[in-house]
């Protein structure tokens, strides 16, 4: 199973988190062995997006960006992991994307397991009461993989790592036809929710269960979607 080349990454955003449906998160784990899920749901984000984190970056005189915060790990080379924490618990894995100096990073939502889900389901055994619920959400699946950190860690161990080679990496999968796959509204953000950077595999049951944040923000205050 060979790892997709950083070219593959070297591209528009949108593109790479539309192509990696369909592709493969692998993890040759030294506790587990080999971890394999198939991508089902991908969120893109932009340099021209203001839910990226590298949004507004800071940059110095000389034009690039500054080596401090989240942002300049954004603008890192094609097919560097970008990995975050948020809620406390919830490790979510990034793959960058776009020319080295240009910001973007395409969000794994949902995988579907294909090899190693015993591993999977021991890494997750309180937590899962269907098969859908293992990997179905983006801090889900770093949990299952085994790629999450344990509390107090601030960092994580793949943050800033290169994903076209092992151990973590994706790999080509089948490929996904346009009318298996649809875009929409991202999920748990509050801005550029009107954006359809959410890319999923209509039907498949491991997509994640969130709810739009354009349906989200309709609901609430009220307006009809």
Known sequence: MSPLPPSFYDRPTLAVARDLIGALLVYDSPDDGRLVGRVVETE???ADDPAMHGWRATFGGDGFVRPIGRAA?????????????????NWLLNVVTEPEGVAG???I?????????AAMTANRPASVRRRRDLTNGPGKLTQAFGI??????????FHGTDLTVPPLFFAAGEPVPDDRVA???RIGISRGI????RFVEVGNPFVS???????????????RE
């Open 148 to 157: 999450n950190e344990a509390p107090g860690v601030p960092r994580s161990r």
């Open 183 to 185: 875009a929409g509204s």
């Open 109 to 117: 939502r949902g995988v579907e397991p294909l090899e190693g889900e």
């Open 105 to 107: 990073g395409v969000l």
């Open 209 to 223: 269960p969130g709810l739009p944040s354009d349906v989200r923000v309709a609901r609430k205050t009220g307006k």
């Open 44 to 46: 893109g984000y932009r």
């Open 73 to 89: 790990d954004l603008f890192a080379a094609p097919g560097t992991a970008y990995v975050y924490r948020i809620h406390h618990t």
């Open 194 to 197: 009107d954006l359809p950077y």
